[in-house]
């Protein structure tokens, strides 16, 4: 159980495309998902929690007209990089807890490589 | 703010030997850690946590991880290493400044090579 899937798995886009990433929890309903950004050798960074029916809380220093977060139902979240650029080339993993407990775990989905020529 | 070091960029070791990757970490209040592991181009998987009781935490595929309050480390172990635990492991600490919530900080992670 515990399942959380992405699509597309790599995404090649033309520099000013507008690119969506779906996050899906497979086997339960999300409230929290998380949104994460990754360098080569690099640490996850958190760009945003989404909580289902509400606006995403960005971190600071994200762009929230440029990374748009959609969490339209319990088990679907959409990143859209709009106008992307090379530097927003990165592999984006999203994650997911269930139920509103803090300690609840996140589950991590398998991530979204993202190259923006 | 709470953190968490990673001060190994990678750790080699040769199969069949004991492995460790060490964190650190810094929180206030009582912490709740975690570790994971990511595969190449794939997204993290959990192998365990501590959040209150025995010190001692085990894992999947055979990892443990003792937490050291006096010394604020919780290095992840495994007493006999496979050429398949190669990988990258990230520690990282619940958020818990945020209340409600289930935000990680994570540390800059370890990259292990497990030598046939």
């Known amino acids: 159980g515990a399942v959380v899937s992405q699509h597309p798995s790599w995404v090649i886009c033309k520099s000013g495309t507008s690119v969506k990433i779906e996050c899906r929890s497979l086997?339960?309903?999300?409230?929290?998902m998380f949104w994460y950004r990754q360098f080569p050798k690099q640490s996850l960074m958190l760009m945003a929690t989404?909580?289902?029916?509400?606006?995403?809380?960005?971190e600071q220093g994200v762009e929230k007209d440029k990374f748009l977060i959609n969490h339209a139902s319990l088990t679907l979240s959409t990143l859209t990089v709009t106008s992307a650029h090379p530097e927003d080339s990165s592999f984006y993993i999203c994650?997911?807890?269930?139920?509103?407990?803090?300690?609840?775990?996140?589950?991590f989905g398998p991530g979204t490589r993202l190259t923006v020529l | 703010a709470q953190s968490v070091a990673q001060p190994e960029d990678q750790v080699n070791v040769a199969e069949g030997n004991p492995l460790t990757v060490k964190c650190t970490y810094s929180?206030?209040?009582?912490?709740?850690l975690f570790w994971y592991v990511q595969y190449p181009n794939r997204g993290l998987q959990f192998l365990l946590k501590?959040?209150?009781?025995?010190?001692l935490v085990k894992g999947s595929y055979g990892f443990e991880a003792e937490f050291n309050k006096s010394q604020t480390s919780f290095h992840l172990k495994k007493p006999s290493a496979l050429v398949s635990d190669s990988a990258l492991y990230f520690c990282?600490?619940?958020?818990?400044?945020?209340?409600?919530?289930?935000?990680?900080?994570f540390g800059k992670g370890t990259m292990l090579l497990v030598s046939p």
């Open positions: 994650s997911a807890i269930f139920g509103g407990r803090a300690n609840n775990e996140q589950f």
């Open positions: 990282a600490v619940r958020d818990i400044m945020r209340a409600g919530t289930s935000t990680l900080t």
């Open positions: 086997d339960f309903q999300a409230t929290t």
């Open positions: 501590y959040i209150t009781g025995d010190n």
């Open positions: 929180v206030s209040g009582n912490p709740y």
């Open positions: 989404s909580n289902e029916g509400s606006k995403a809380t960005y």
